[in-house]
């Protein structure tokens, strides 16, 4: 397994560039960072939801896409896009692995699954995370995500966030 650096400091930022391959969501590396993703929401907020309550289908061609991606050989980060309706789609199960955060690879996935959900019609796309999850937050923000109402029925305001942002034709 290559070993992937360690998050730049200020003054040595390394960008990597991963390749993102499309997999079915019940694919080896799939479950694993969905499962380490699992373990650390649930670390952060004693609960988390499990992803194999996720049906597959929900990212299977046309309406859906699981992307993995991967430097070098590793696989370090993963991310899903569903459509939700004929215009709204929604991102989920984006996780990049520790010692892989801070190359921007969590844009890279993010970038690719919004122009997939553009391509497939959708105007809209909406997300959940968490309101501990500070990077995901600051994420989501930088990439023109803005604040929504919960459209998950049952979500806790104190734990989740919502956001949305509209796809055009300037969208990555």
């Known amino acids: 397994m290559t070993s992937v650096p360690t998050a730049p400091d200020a003054q040595t930022a390394i960008r990597l560039t991963p390749s ?47 992307l993995i991606a991967h ?33 921007g690879i969590g844009r890279y996935l993010l970038e ?10 959708a105007t809209r796309i909406m997300l959940e995370t968490g309101r501990r999850n500070t990077a995901a937050l600051a994420l989501y923000q930088h990439a023109g995500y803005r604040p929504c109402p919960s459209y998950v029925a049952g979500r806790d305001r104190r734990i989740n966030r919502a956001m949305t942002k509209p796809l055009g034709s300037s969208s990555p």
Not at 36 to 58: K, M, R
Not at 71 to 99: F, H, N, P, Q
Not at 112 to 121: C, M
């Open 112 to 121: 690719h699954l919004e122009r997939h959900a553009a391509s497939r019609g």
């Open 71 to 103: 430097v070098d050989e590793e696989a370090v980060g993963c991310g899903g896009v569903r459509l939700l309706g004929e215009c709204t789609a929604e991102i989920k199960r984006m996780y990049v692995s520790g010692e892989a955060r801070g190359y």
């Open 20 to 66: 993102v391959t499309a997999v079915p969501y019940d694919h080896p590396d799939a479950r694993r960072l969905t499962q380490a993703l699992h373990a650390e929401q649930h670390t952060l907020y004693g609960f988390a939801d499990d992803p194999d309550t996720t049906p597959e289908a929900d990212f299977g061609p046309p309406h859906g896409l699981f």
